[in-house]
């Protein structure tokens, strides 16, 4: 039956994604690879399921883009609505779980130990230090790198990390990020 539920939980997924294949463009490539990349990385190189992760990522990805829409501009064709491309929250599932992999796997570097203890204050602090330079890389590289959005005026960010151009309210809502986002798995 668990197996069940997770099965129908991706069908709708996939089958849009099917459908949508004509459409296609640079960023719903990107986030197809990167998707299927991270179910072989997870499911069949680290022998792990990451569902729960996935899900927990698509849902908060899903309330995020749609309560900062304003403030994005996407480089996508296919889109849920307005400005909102299913394949941008797909991405926030992917990521999702590769940042709780990153912090559990620096909580073991710094603790020696061989499983993450759920109540130990240092995978919040393991949290709080990867989860910002996770979130930040990935915007520099779909920002920057691969062009997949854009700010809008409607952002108007007044301060910014120089070099990657990064607005400090992203820093900071990164950090919110990291510190929450854990607590829904």
Do not use: Q
């Amino acid at each position: 039956m668990k197996r069940l539920g997770k099965t129908f939980f991706f069908v709708p997924f996939i089958i849009y994604m099917i459908a949508m294949v004509p459409r296609y463009g640079l960023g719903e490539w990107v986030e197809v690879i990167a998707w299927i990349s991270t179910y072989w990385v997870f499911r069949l190189g680290l022998k792990r399921d990451v569902s729960g992760e996935y899900i927990a990522g698509i849902m908060l990805g899903a309330t995020i883009e749609f309560l900062t829409e304003a403030y994005w501009d996407y480089n996508f064709e296919v889109y849920l609505y307005r400005d909102i491309s299913l394949f941008v929250i797909m991405g926030w599932g992917y990521s999702f779980a590769y940042f709780l992999l990153f912090s559990e796997l620096l909580y073991k570097a710094l603790t020696g130990s061989t499983v993450v203890r759920p109540h130990d204050y240092r995978i919040l602090l393991c949290d709080a230090v990867v989860g910002p330079v996770w979130f930040i890389g990935n915007e520099f590289i779909g920002m920057h790198v691969l062009r997949l959005w854009t700010y809008s005026s409607a952002a108007n960010w007044v301060h910014k990390i120089p070099v990657i151009n990064y607005p400090i309210e992203g820093l900071v809502a990164c950090v919110l990020f990291s510190l929450t986002f854990p607590t829904f798995i």
